[in-house]
């Protein structure tokens, strides 16, 4: 197994200030990759504690940002106990529940086209169109390396 280097950090992006206060941003770092998002709260900068998983004086919020840290230690332990090596972006993935929908997307357009070659009130043309879009639609995702 390779090594792996792992960190999670949360951090307020000042520049982002509304109604006085900072969002509290999440970034992930694995083997040198990174991957942020919105943890969609917000801190007074006062209260801010850089480098830490605490909130002065707001200890729901404190207690939030540790359930977040310990979540995304459970997804990269899941991901590992699979026996691969889990990328920051995959952690971020399954901490935010995204699946990966161009799968499903790709599946739907071959399904319609199949059934589109198959009934007779569409013309030659027309299947060779919905051919082209799926052909297309393909390599797209491939080239984004967005298919098994």
Partial sequence: ???LSYSAKFFGI???EKAG????YCRITVNRQ???FSLNEFVDPKKWVDGSHEVKGNPELSA????ASLDLKKYRDQILAEGRTPTAKEIKDA?????????VLLDYVKTYVDEVDQLTEYS?????????VKRHLTE???SKKLTE
């Fill in 1 to 3: 197994m390779t090594k």
């Fill in 64 to 67: 939030t940002l540790k359930m």
């Fill in 140 to 142: 797209f995702l491939e």
């Fill in 124 to 132: 030659k043309s027309t299947w060779k169109k919905y051919s082209t």
């Fill in 21 to 24: 206060k900072i969002p509290i």
């Fill in 14 to 16: 000042p520049a982002r």
């Fill in 95 to 103: 901490y935010l529940r995204i699946e990966e929908k161009s799968i």
């Fill in 34 to 36: 990174k991957a942020e």
